[in-house]
């Protein structure tokens, strides 16, 4: 198998219920001669907002840190941006609608840097490149 790049992007919440799906599923995201994991995600006050409004669609209240990642993945590149500071933080506060929505742009504009930025500067070439959130369920590649 090639070398695999995952992007992660977003709060790390149900990490505990996904990762044991993961790792049944696709044990080469934990080899790291296979898989570099890339993270932004937030910290400060307002980030767990969303999911103290929305305890019942999530699988897990839980949010976890990066270095929780970190002991079960490979996390060669990672930034954890204080939400408050950030331009989300702005624009969620006069629409949360839209800010949320441009929170996921954000998050995948700087997750998508970091990993640009690392595989240039290691000269890492990626076979398979996967953008997702740590609390998705992802099938079997075919």
């Known amino acids: 198998m090639g070398k695999i790049a995952l992007l992660f992007s977003g709060h790390l919440r149900s990490l505990d ?8 599923k696709h044990p080469e995201f934990y080899d790291p001669s296979i898989t570099d994991v890339f993270c932004h995600t937030w910290s400060g006050p307002n980030r767990t907002a969303w999911e103290n409004a929305n305890k019942d669609r999530i699988l897990s209240g839980d949010v976890f840190s990066i270095e929780d990642l970190k002991k079960s993945m490979n996390v060669v590149s990672y930034c954890v941006e204080d939400y408050d500071s950030s331009p989300v933080a702005d624009i969620t506060k006069n629409n949360s609608y839209i800010g949320a929505n441009f929170s996921i742009a954000y998050g995948t504009k700087r997750v998508y840097e970091l990993f640009r930025e690392y595989a240039d500067r290691t000269d890492t070439d990626y076979d398979i490149v996967i953008k997702t959130r740590v609390d998705t369920f992802l099938g079997r590649f075919p």
Do not use: E, G, L, Q
């Open 17 to 24: 219920v996904a990762i044991k799906d993961w790792k049944r």
